[in-house]
């Protein structure tokens, strides 16, 4: 945006100079051929010549002027469209800076509706479903945004899903958080493979290994969400993610599962865990680039209680790692409340329809087309795409 303004300022810039140019040439001009009758007609020929030029400059000048006052409106809207779900976060954030500092907790204990590092129970996981229940039923008549003024069939279909309570998020839900993340921080690199067309599980352990080699050149910090599939009962498609930075690893499951509950499809090794793909990253974006001695930290505490908000708590995780540079540790100590993270979700409709504006403004066809020309370029071709109409829950 900054290096459109910039080509935007200096044509304009241009165009005025030639017009002053032009208008002391022909003040010249006009002065010589009082002085050498003998040029006289060749002075007139000219003098037209730029009368008839003045009024496309000024033209060209005046569009330039409304082009530049557009970007400046947009790259204004950009940085207010980050300040939503922002700040939601940076206030939680600041409210537990400012908290009167307490002990360390201790690991939680294991109670009825599940363990540390193992998740819900099976009683955790029945009580998971009936509060997602009783979240759609209680917002049963509520109705859904609407969208009439949002000009992307994506995001009409992002804002819809958001403002449906009890619904879990999509994939253009996603996309569309780290395009606006990636707005705010364009060293944020997204590997997206494990989210969109296909679950983690879809994968053998080498096609993954190969996924990520094949990006292990892109700028950190790295984030990369992933799809679990229906692999737990009583549970939908369940989503966690992946941040890389140059301190160490961080694994996020709302839930507080760890990674080696989760088994991997074979081959390599039939027993393999997405602690295994925890470790590979280790090497891969950490150990061969120099950067030793880094610890792989996972979250243990559920902070998830129904079966529908996984999404949006993997958000507010990605959201505040990110860009507030917090970390797993700063989440042991914190309770995420179901209230903050409706008041997230809500802050996202106000931030998608800023979004979808200012991809109406560039001429973007859809966030699927935005995001996939985007991939080209910062990936140059490195990662296998999904097509256009990848459209999964999550």
Request: charged share 30%; glycine share 6%; proline share 4%.
């Amino acid at each position: 945006m900054l290096k459109e303004l910039e080509c935007v300022g200096n044509e304009l810039e241009n165009c005025l100079r030639s017009i002053q140019l032009i208008k002391y040439t022909a003040k010249t001009e006009e002065a010589s051929s009082t002085v050498l009758p003998s040029c006289e007609g060749k002075g007139m020929e000219e003098k037209e010549k730029i009368k008839k030029k003045i009024p496309e400059l000024l033209s060209s000048a005046s569009v330039l002027q409304g082009r530049l006052q557009k970007r400046l409106e947009l790259k204004k809207l950009s940085c207010k469209m980050d300040m939503q779900v922002e700040k939601v976060v940076s206030d939680f954030w600041s409210k537990m800076e400012q908290a009167p500092k307490q002990e360390v907790k201790k690991e939680p204990k294991p109670t009825i509706f599940g363990s540390p590092g193992k998740g819900p129970s099976r009683l955790g996981q029945v009580r998971s479903v009936l509060n997602t229940i009783k979240t759609k039923l209680k917002n049963i008549f509520s109705g859904t945004p609407n969208v009439g003024d949002l000009s992307d069939l994506y995001i009409k279909t992002a804002v819809t899903t958001l403002g449906s309570e009890g619904s879990q998020l999509n994939d253009i839900i996603f996309s569309t958080c780290f395009d606006i993340i990636q707005r705010k921080n364009s060293n944020v690199s997204f590997i997206r493979d494990f989210y969109q067309k296909k679950s983690i599980e879809d994968y053998s352990g080498e096609e993954i290994i190969r996924i990520l080699e094949n990006n292990k050149d892109i700028n950190q910090p790295i984030c990369i969400p992933l799809s679990l599939g229906h692999n737990r009962f009583m549970e939908r498609q369940h989503i966690t993610t992946i941040v890389i930075t140059n301190d160490g690893i961080q694994y996020y499951d709302s839930k507080g599962v760890t990674s080696d509950q989760y088994f991997l499809k074979p081959p390599p090794n039939p027993q393999a865990t997405l602690r295994t793909i925890l470790d590979n990253c280790k090497t891969i974006f950490l150990e061969n680039k120099g950067l030793t001695n880094k610890s792989i930290e996972e979250n243990t505490k559920i902070d998830q209680c129904d079966s529908h908000r996984c999404g949006l708590f993997v958000l507010f995780f990605i959201f505040s790692v990110l860009l507030k540079n917090k970390s797993i540790e700063d989440f042991k100590n914190v309770k995420i409340s179901p209230s903050l993270i409706d008041k997230f979700r809500k802050d996202l409709i106000v931030d998608f329809r800023a979004h979808d504006k200012i991809l109406s403004e560039e001429g973007a066809l859809s966030t699927q087309v935005y995001r996939k020309e985007k991939e080209q370029v910062g990936n140059q071709g490195k990662t296998e795409q999904p097509d256009e109409e990848g459209f999964i829950a999550v």
